[in-house]
């Protein structure tokens, strides 16, 4: 039955819940009257989806504000006053209350710390300068939540403060405290900044329009900034779409708005409303993947990445709130959601692990509750098996590296070639942190790598597929990871880089004096038609066939230039990372001189071509310097 009065429309069904009659009024304002209907989950019927209509006689600006009544009581609190709590049919007294104190606590206790520590060059927050909160809200269930939650939480112990764009407060306590300064060491409240982003993906047409909308009347009724993205504005076509072109679409989105926000004068953090039910999606998805033991726990509080810029720290408050928990937190205000009709797909392997695996697997063992603490168990002892290992594998890197000129840039093979449990968490490690986090070995991957070396001891070069555009590559004793934008020889010119240090040749170049570690003088007798101009340093790469004449050899024919390398004990891995000076586009391969290292870092000497070689006197001098980069 469709009701109209004044200047609006309200839609009112009559049904029958539980032998319980009840009144559902929607009352909708329309900022568009293209946008005639859409879908809401309701509250109190247990998610039954109803439909509403927009009035296209209103200018309101508001989008939409949803109430749900029974004959006795008309809610339309949408900053959610409590008046959930003392309903009968509600859950026990004060559940709204523990519901936002689990989130507060994990803000104040556990990730606004870290944010503050993560950019521990700025101030403390202010009111002038608070914390700057970005929330990821969507329109469902979750999203929705976390936003009611932090009006609540901020709502009412600053009042003069919640205008414009002025700091909100994050109590510490539930209590109620006289209002002290913030002093960066211990403060009563955190004024922070909330901003929301809401990003449509244009995949589920007047539905994403509707999401849209009833999210940023949400922003309206809050007070909180609004900022929306959609997918045909970055370029992207429903072709090109996919799970995880959009997940990185709106990570780099966040972080944008974040950085513009913040302009590294500000504390900021990412907020997502990630919960329990996910992170134990997390570990099952992770177990179908053949995750390593170490990497089989669920999901952190807090995640910061040293890629990139300040304040891109993402943040997860409610991962301790069951998803039951949440729909309760919201049908006991009487607080509407979206649907998004792809979560009930079983096109993604998450929607059928939360839908089809996770009710399997808690029937098996008798309840959600059950279930969980034993994914929590793994979780917990997946964490555990890291610390240990960890700290055993990067000692072992460590000293590897300590004793050979190789760097931690390459991973150093055990002896043998046996790998133990502590040289698979090393090598896990090494790549997660050599591709930046863009490779994490499955226990799969790791053990081909493993079995490659075992089985193979006399094959000390070979490259191996590890997946995701990385090749894992061995060289003499060590290996090598390479990401596909890496070229397969080592580049040449006027300079030659390798692990922070490279040599170049002086030809009117500033070069501040900290970077230098030394300069050297050649003299070289050049051939007619040659001048030093036409000189360059590079590395050998793969020019391993280039021919050069140490001077012990002199009036004996040319040598390899790798056969050289081995003759002076160069490991094979660095063979090809060894600076040479050559004439440029000269077709001749004739190496001018070679740098050969003693294996300490910066010390070595260069050995010049037996038919180059000059006197002070007689030949061409030639300036050389080894700087730091």
């Known amino acids: 039955m469709l009701v109209t009065s004044g200047t609006c429309s309200r839609l009112v069904y009559r049904c029958s819940i539980s032998n319980r009659r009840a009144r559902f009024a929607l009352a909708a304002y329309a900022p568009t009257p293209s946008l005639l209907r859409g879908t809401c989950a309701c509250p109190v019927v247990k998610h039954q989806k ?79 300068s608070p914390l700057v909160m970005v929330l990821a809200v969507s329109g469902g269930c979750d999203s ?42 211990s403060f009563e409240r955190i004024p922070c900044e909330i901003h929301v982003a809401h990003f449509d ?19 309206f009724e809050a007070g909180f900034t609004f900022h929306a993205y959609c997918w045909g504005d970055n370029g992207g076509s429903c072709d090109s779409f996919s799970q995880e072109t959009a997940r990185n679409w709106r990570r780099e989105k966040m972080i944008s708005l974040l950085e513009t ?137 460590a000293e590897s590296a300590s004793n050979s000129r190789s760097g931690s840039k390459l991973f150093p093979i055990p002896s043998e070639g046996v790998f133990g449990i502590v040289h698979e968490q090393a090598l ?11 490779l994490i070995l499955s226990y799969e991957q790791l053990k081909r790598v493993c079995d490659q070396i075992s089985s193979y001891p006399s094959r000390k070069q070979w490259s191996l597929d590890v997946g995701n555009k990385w090749i894992m590559r061995r060289n003499g004793d060590i290996l090598l990871l390479e990401g596909e934008e890496k070229s397969d020889a080592v580049g040449g010119g006027e300079s030659a880089e390798y692990h922070g240090i490279s040599w170049m040749l002086l030809d009117g170049i500033d070069v501040a004096e900290p970077d230098i570690i030394r300069k050297q003088t050649m003299h070289l007798s050049l051939p007619a038609g040659y001048n030093e101009k036409r000189l360059a340093v590079e590395y050998v790469g793969g020019n391993t066939g280039h021919r050069f004449v140490p001077p012990w050899r002199r009036g004996r024919g040319p040598m390899k230039i790798k056969d050289f390398l081995r003759s002076q004990k160069i490991p094979l891995h660095e063979r090809e990372f060894t600076p040479v000076i050559r004439f440029v586009d000269d077709r001749d391969d004739t190496v001018v001189a070679v740098y050969v290292s003693d294996g ?14 000059a006197t002070k006197d007689s030949g061409t001098e030639i300036h050389l310097l080894q700087i730091a980069t």
């Open 261 to 397: 926000l913040t302009n590294n004068q500000k504390h900021g953090v990412i907020v997502t409303a990630h919960h329990r039910d996910d992170c134990d999606e997390t570990i099952l998805l992770k177990l179908l993947r053949g995750a390593h033991i170490t990497s089989l726990s669920g999901m952190d509080s807090v995640n910061t990445n040293a890629r990139e810029s300040v304040g891109s720290v993402f943040a997860k408050p409610m991962l301790k709130i069951p998803k039951a928990e949440i729909e309760k937190f919201l049908t006991m205000q009487g607080l509407p959601w979206r649907e998004d009709s792809s979560n009930a797909s079983d096109k993604y392997l998450r929607n059928r692990v939360r839908n089809q695996v996770l009710p399997l697997l808690s029937d098996l063992v008798g309840g959600d509750e059950i279930l969980h603490k034993r994914l929590k168990s793994l979780d917990e002892q997946s964490r555990k098996v890291k610390e240990d290992l960890s700290t055993r594998a990067a000692d072992y890197v």
């Open 144 to 185: 929705v939540a976390l936003l009611h939650a932090m009006k609540q939480l901020t709502d009412g112990n600053d009042n003069d403060m919640n205008t414009g764009n002025t700091a909100y407060l994050i109590p510490l306590s539930s209590r109620k405290r006289a209002k002290k300064g913030i002093d960066g060491s």
């Open 428 to 438: 896990h490690s090494w790549a997660e942190s050599e591709s930046e986090g863009q």
């Open 50 to 128: 109803v439909e509403f209509y927009y009035s296209e006689q209103s200018s309101h600006p508001r989008y939409t504000r949803a109430v749900v009544c029974s004959s006795r009581k008309l809610s339309n609190n949408i900053s959610g006053a409590d008046n959930g709590d003392t309903d009968t049919n509600n859950p026990a007294p004060g559940a709204r209350q523990i519901f936002l104190d689990t989130i507060r606590q994990s803000l104040c206790q556990d990730i606004i710390p870290k944010v503050l520590e993560y950019n521990s060059e700025l101030a403390a927050p202010t009111k002038d």
């Open 201 to 219: 993906h244009q995949q589920r047409g007047q539905e994403s329009d509707g999401d849209l909308f009833f999210v940023k009347n949400l922003c």
């Open 600 to 613: 300490q870092e910066g010390d070595g000497k260069w050995i010049v071509h037996a038919n180059f070689e």
